[in-house]
């Protein structure tokens, strides 16, 4: 396990779209602008704001258009959306969005269920997409779902994961996120399948995006990290859950894997005190208890004052060394 | 980041001294039998039954002698329970324990907080027990508390850390456990430490003990392993909190634990599945919700069943797919 080294990671935040879908509770459109504009000054290489989707299929994101723009955008920072059809794209371009992030899972199965359509029908709406991103002079990134294994289908081959990577490296994408969808990656996994994968795209953005379904997802990052993955998406109080887990936690805590990189020496570029205060303001907004450990247990050398007893106790055992130096 | 290779590790439970010590609620003398009586055919190398502490210190585990007479001890498992002082160290001969477990912080703050003694006061009590436990042939694990760090002094330096492992390996203690008492370990650091003070006793027993209060509980367990520490302290159901973080989460979950590192294709001698059920007993005793992950989301290979319209989902799929070829 390399220490960290000052080595530049980048920092991309999902709560506002991964995070927000999956919550009961409209957020409302002042609470998400006011949010995104905080997250903007904390360091973060990428926010993801919205999902340019239908509004009838994601009501919790319909204020997409009014979210972007309306937020202050922070030079430096990249503010990307879900995009996932044609429809959606020009509507992502009308709000002169900095990037598209357009989503297929490598597993037919969970493309069916999540997506309903096959892998080849949403291939082919995705084309379309990526060749109006061209046009407009747009970066595209690629998040490819279930790469670590699928909830119905198991494992997944790694010449499956490989043949969707080379199909979209083909139709020259800027950047792939490989998913961890469910929380079933596992840390010597996540190493061999990103070394494999970066060897035969070096060229590519490549960033890596786990759950801490099964507790791994902050070692699933120190071994994308040592596989030489610099881009890792997170969620802000590890909000977004998994639907096939009912009640376990989703997406990794910005705040715990922010912290655990910085104790290890990586340069995130964060500021994680600012991230710990708007842990708490997110906690108001979703109106629930947050799966989050720093937000709640603060900085590793946060300092706790002894018991209000100490002095008595030290007095006590002084008193008893006395005795047992003179009985 | 290595693969486990069928690399042995050495399962020890401490839910049942750790956890119960931490609950509000008494458990059950019954109950507590049951439960390591169904514990010990789970695997485990090691399960710490109790503390011989006084009832009035700990009441919820008063029933040390009874728990430590019933349970029926299966031959390969070591029952080891703390042991505070003489005192206690004569009950604990009288239940004939296997092993002798004593605690010291390596902070004198968290000493003397936690145990109202110097660390020289507590060092000349534990001698007197390491000597009747030599006289009585019974082994002696020394847990130090704060290894990674004192929640009230912050850092502890090294040579504080090894000036009190030199002093018990003089006192030819046969194990050494490096608790990460509230979870203030990150990766790097745990192997660093690790390694060095393997260097110094390579002869020694070492055991690492992490909390998961900052989410880092699984990443520091593969830091250790991969600083070459084959036994590691547990706890089922991640019970036993951290006083000094209200609300976070306390010692790392033996399910979450168990199951990341046979992924990683170690030889833990677990039944996961036998965890996940015991889990859901302890969770009825407890009656309160676990911290752990696994025991709700089940094995990463955990298959889901499709949506309960995904016939429909894939005609529908088709359907467009004939209308696209012939529209």
């Known amino acids: 396990m390399k220490t960290g080294n000052g080595m530049r990671l980048f920092i991309n935040e999902v709560a506002t779209r991964d995070g927000f879908q999956m919550e009961s509770r409209f957020i409302p459109t002042d609470d998400k602008v006011a949010l995104i504009d905080r997250l903007s000054a904390l360091g973060y290489a990428k926010i993801e704001v919205t999902s340019f989707t239908s509004a009838k299929a994601i009501p919790a994101l ?10 202050a955008r922070r030079p430096g920072v990249i503010y990307t959306a879900l995009v996932p059809n044609v429809r959606g794209a020009e509507r992502a371009l009308e709000s002169r969005i900095d990037e598209f992030n357009i989503v297929m899972s490598v597993s037919e199965t969970h493309n069916l269920a999540n997506l309903r359509m096959t892998q080849e029908q949403s291939f ?30 198991g494992e997944v ?15 020259e994408v ?36 786990f759950h801490n379904t099964r507790g791994m997802g902050l070692a699933n990052t120190v071994a994308a990290v040592e596989a030489s993955i610099h ?41 994680l005190g600012g991230l710990i205060a708007a842990a708490a303001e997110l906690e108001s907004l979703v109106q629930h208890e947050l799966s989050s450990q720093v937000s709640r247990a603060g900085h590793r050398l946060t300092r706790h004052a002894p018991p209000a007893d100490f002095n008595d106790i030290v007095a006590r055992a002084k008193e008893r060394g006395q005795k047992e130096l003179h009985p």
């Open 124 to 153: 082919a709406q995705l084309a379309g997409v990526v060749a109006l991103a061209k046009q407009a002079g747009v970066p595209v990134n690629v998040s490819l779902s279930c790469v670590f294994g699928c909830p119905m289908e």
């Open 231 to 271: 881009r890792l998406d997170m969620s802000l109080g590890g909000i977004g859950g998994c639907p096939y887990a009912p009640g376990a936690t989703g997406n990794v805590a910005t705040e715990d894997v922010v912290h655990m990189l910085q104790c290890m020496g990586y340069d995130t570029g964060m500021d």
């Open 62 to 71: 319909r204020d997409g258009e009014e979210v972007m723009h309306r937020i």
């Open 174 to 209: 800027q950047g792939i996120t490989l998913c961890d969808t469910t929380g079933m990656a596992y840390p010597t996994q996540v190493q061999a399948l990103c070394e494999n994968v970066i060897a035969v795209h070096p060229q590519m953005d490549w960033t890596a995006h």
């Open 157 to 171: 081959p790694l010449a499956a994961v490989q043949g969707w990577i080379d199909r979209f490296a083909a139709l």
